[in-house]
C-alpha cells in the first residue's frame, strides 16, 4: 500500500459537464501519473507531474488537463466530459529508490 | 517502438499446478520489468519488479525472471490457488526518447478449486 487514494471512486455524468478526478498520495512521492483503462486499449497514459506545477502530457490527453499544487494532490480534469470518456481511470505513483509503480485503486466514470 | 506481448491472453488451471506466464517485449533496452496483479474492479497490485541489471526476483509462491537479450520475461506461480485467480499484467519501463511504461494487455488466469 504506497498510501494513493482517489476520489470519487464512481461517478455517473452527463456529456458537456466538467469533471475532476483527484488523486491523494501520503508519501511525497514526486512522480504522478493518470492512466485510463479500457478493454481493448489496456492502459494508457493520460498526463504525469514530475513535481509541483511540473506536469506534461501522456499519449491520450485530448480533452484532459491537470493540475498539481501540493506535492500530495494530483488532479485530473475533464473540462467538457464526452461519452468516450467513459472509462476506469487510474492514478499511480512512481517510488523514487526503485522506480516502482503504485496505483490507486481507480475511479470508474461514467459519462451518459 | 517498444511492444509488449503477453501470450496466453487466458489461462485455465487446475488448483495445484505450477504454472508459468509470459511477457515478451522487443526492445531489449530497458530500464525495468514489473508484473502486476489486477483483481476485477480493482487497481493494479505490484507483485514483483526486476531492475534491469538482474534476472530474477521472488516473493513467495512467485518467481519472475528476466532475459534481455531475446526480450523475455515469465512469471511463474507454484502450487496455484484459486485465489490466485486474476489478470496478470507485465509493463516494460523504457529509456528511449524519454521514459515511459509500457503496458502488455495481461494474462487472464483462472484457477480451478
Known amino acids: 500500500d504506497a498510501g494513493i487514494t482517489q476520489s470519487p471512486r464512481h461517478k455517473v455524468t452527463e456529456t458537456g459537464t466538467p469533471v475532476t478526478l483527484r488523486c491523494h498520495q501520503t508519501?511525497?512521492?514526486?512522480?504522478m501519473y493518470w492512466y485510463r483503462q479500457d478493454p481493448g486499449h489496456g492502459l494508457r497514459l493520460i498526463h504525469y507531474?514530475?513535481?509541483?506545477?511540473?506536469?506534461d502530457k501522456g499519449e491520450v490527453s485530448d480533452g484532459y488537463s491537470v493540475s498539481r499544487s501540493k506535492t500530495e494532490d494530483f488532479l485530473l480534469t475533464l473540462e467538457s466530459a464526452t461519452s468516450s470518456q467513459t472509462s476506469v481511470y487510474f492514478c499511480a505513483i512512481r517510488e523514487g529508490r526503485t522506480g516502482e509503480l503504485f496505483f490507486g485503486e481507480g475511479s470508474r466514470l461514467t459519462v451518459l | 517502438k517498444q511492444e509488449v506481448t503477453q501470450i496466453p491472453a487466458a489461462l485455465s488451471v487446475p488448483e495445484g499446478e505450477n504454472l508459468v506466464l509470459n511477457c515478451s517485449f522487443t526492445d531489449s533496452a530497458i530500464y525495468n520489468l514489473q508484473w502486476f496483479r489486477q483483481d476485477p474492479g480493482k487497481g493494479l497490485t505490484s507483485l514483483l519488479l526486476?531492475?534491469?541489471?538482474?534476472r530474477e526476483q521472488t516473493s513467495g509462491r512467485l518467481n519472475a525472471s528476466l532475459d534481455k537479450s531475446s526480450g523475455r520475461s515469465t512469471l511463474y506461480i507454484a502450487a496455484s490457488q484459486p485465489g490466485d485467480s486474476a489478470t496478470y499484467l507485465c509493463a516494460v519501463r523504457v529509456e528511449t526518447g524519454g521514459f515511459k511504461t509500457i503496458f502488455g494487455a495481461g494474462t487472464r488466469l483462472f484457477v480451478k478449486a
Open positions: 507531474s514530475y513535481g509541483v506545477k511540473d506536469t
Open positions: 526486476i531492475q534491469s541489471s538482474q
Open positions: 508519501e511525497n512521492h514526486r512522480y
